[in-house]
Antibody
Framework: QVQLQESGPGLVKPSQTLSLTCTVS??????????WSWIRQHPGKGLEWIGY???????YYNPSLKSRVTISVDTSKNQFSLKLSSVTAADTAVYFC????????????????????WGQGTTVTVSS | EIVLTQSPGTLSLSPGERATLSCRAS???????LAWYQQKPGQAPRLLIY???SRATGIPDRFSGSGSGTDFTLTISRLEPEDFALYYC???????????FGGGTKVEIK
């Protein structure tokens, strides 16, 4: 059974870069059809998709965060990571990693099976 | 960008009652791309429904999804105590491969 676990600093200073890693256990990050995702939830608010990455390295980002976000994958460690630059207090949130399943072929995706596995989430506070 | 609007914001019901949650899209969404999640306080969301109407693994059959185009519904046929939670709809955007969440509906005990 696949499990995800987020790790990284819980406190980041304003203007610095937030860095988180998600470790995948119980399965290979290189398996086809899976898009490894980051989602965040501001305190008392709804869910916001940040972006996801395929094991090949293809990335897709939320347009509203794209200029500050980098998601990368390390298949040798079965991990993927999030970097969010120039953070402010507005980036304070619980950050989740999750697995999205998409049936894609020829550059198009035809079926979305949802975000079926989630990490427990990690709280990141931006404060000096 | 497709916007998902969930209603009502809060649904106050008693155990055993039927819950009907709405998710309306700002433009047509393929049923193949629509999912629903449940979230309890302090927990990660849990996938309930994908493809608008297919239950995820282990989800009880009191949960059902329906709809097409711009209007989708999550129905809980008879509320159990553990069903009082937040519910989110979510869609995959085929044009830009972006994921979008609705604002959520809270189902609370009346």
């Amino acid at each position: 059974q696949v499990q995800l676990q987020e790790s990284g600093p819980g406190l980041v200073k304003p203007s610095q870069t937030l860095s988180l890693t998600c470790t995948v256990s119980g399965g290979s990050i290189s398996s086809g059809g899976y898009y490894w995702s980051w989602i965040r939830q501001h305190p008392g608010k709804g869910l916001e998709w940040i972006g996801y990455i395929y094991y090949s390295g293809s990335t897709y980002y939320n347009p509203s965060l794209k200029s500050r976000v980098t998601i990368s994958v390390d298949t040798s460690k079965n991990q993927f990571s999030l970097k969010l630059s120039s953070v402010t207090a507005a980036d304070t949130a619980v950050y989740f990693c999750a697995r999205a399943i998409l049936n894609c072929s020829g550059g198009s995706c035809f079926y979305y099976f949802g975000l079926d596995v989630w990490g427990q989430g990690t709280t990141v506070t931006v404060s000096s | 960008e497709i916007v998902l609007t969930q209603s009502p914001g809060t649904l106050s019901l008693s155990p055993g009652e039927r819950a009907t949650l709405s998710c309306r899209a700002s433009q047509s969404v393929s049923s193949s791309y629509l999912a629903w999640y449940q979230q309890k306080p302090g927990q990660a969301p849990r996938l309930l429904i994908y493809g608008a109407s297919s239950r995820a693994t282990g989800i009880p059959d009191r949960f059902s999804g329906s709809g097409s185009g711009t209007d989708f519904t999550l129905t809980i046929s008879r509320l159990e105590p553990e069903d009082f939670a937040l519910y989110y709809c979510q869609q995959y955007g085929s044009s830009n491969r972006a994921l979008t969440f609705g604002g959520g509906t809270k189902v609370e005990i009346k």
